[in-house]
């Protein structure tokens, strides 16, 4: 591992609804720079488990510090060292490119000196200088996913989490994506995603595969195919996930 200093640490992280256990003593560790898939069937507990590591949504029982945070405590500390982004890319389709980039920079409190900067420096980086007053609703699709994870990392967070950022576009710009992801990470980003595309667990670091609210296996993608005798992640997700018993998340 590239980056052996934990950013992520759950012990036993717990969430309940009532009788209902949705996510049951979690425990894991996501070091600086990991790129860490969080698999699991609809109903299996990871959108719970994601809302908890953001802090939106409180504990029943067990830690986490998140970036060095206490997760009970220390919610608004949180919120300023990590990112996010949705399926449906959370941009304004009514704002113009540079608008989103200086919105996303000041909700992250950036100051008006580093939004400007920033702004220039992303327009670049995306080769979207002729584009900064085009309106997002106007992009091809691909550009508007570079652009809301370029702005879900624009104040340099510790971490960012990708809620299936990859839904719903062609293969060949979701690989493109993925490279976004690799340069993040090779820059010392942690990249929690979470995929329902089983061959983007590939390109992770380490994968972990939640069933019916527990973490069921956790490892590289290598390690798990030779565990499972699977030659490839699908086989692995189907053989953990086919005796599943919750239908919604």
């Known amino acids: ?13 717990t969430k309940r609804f009532g009788d ?20 699991g069937a609809n109903g299996a507990g990871k959108t719970t488990a994601m809302r908890m590591l953001c802090g939106l949504l409180a504990p029943s029982s067990g830690k986490a510090t998140i970036a060095g945070f206490d997760i009970y ?22 704002l113009t490119v ?16 580093q939004i400007k900067q920033k702004t220039g420096v992303l327009l670049e ?35 960012v989490f990708l809620d299936e950022p990859t839904g719903g576009v062609d293969p060949v ?25 089983m061959d983007e667990a590939e390109y992770c670091n380490r994968v972990s595969i939640m069933v019916d609210g527990v973490i069921a296996a956790l490892d590289s993608p290598a390690q798990l195919k030779q565990q499972y005798t699977a030659t490839n992640m699908e086989d692995v997700f189907y053989e953990l996930a086919r005796h599943a018993k919750r239908k919604d998340d």
């Open 1 to 13: 591992m590239k980056w052996m200093n934990p950013v992520i640490i759950t012990e036993k992280l």
């Open 173 to 197: 710009t979701r690989r493109q994506f993925w490279d976004l992801i690799h340069y993040a990470s090779n820059r010392g980003v942690t990249v929690f995603v979470t995929t329902h595309y």
């Open 20 to 39: 209902f256990v949705a996510a049951n003593e979690l425990t894991f560790e996501v070091n600086q720079g990991e790129i860490f898939g969080f698999l």
């Open 73 to 94: 405590d220390q919610a608004k500390q949180i919120k300023t060292k990590i990112g996010y982004m949705s399926q449906k890319f959370s941009l304004y389709d009514d």
């Open 125 to 159: 980086e995306l080769e979207l200088q002729s584009e900064a007053k085009t309106l997002v609703s106007a992009l091809p699709l691909g550009w508007k996913q570079k652009l809301a994870f370029s702005v879900s990392i624009v104040h340099d967070p510790s971490i």
């Open 98 to 113: 540079s608008e989103n980039i200086r919105f996303y920079a000041g909700i992250y409190g950036m100051d008006i000196k």
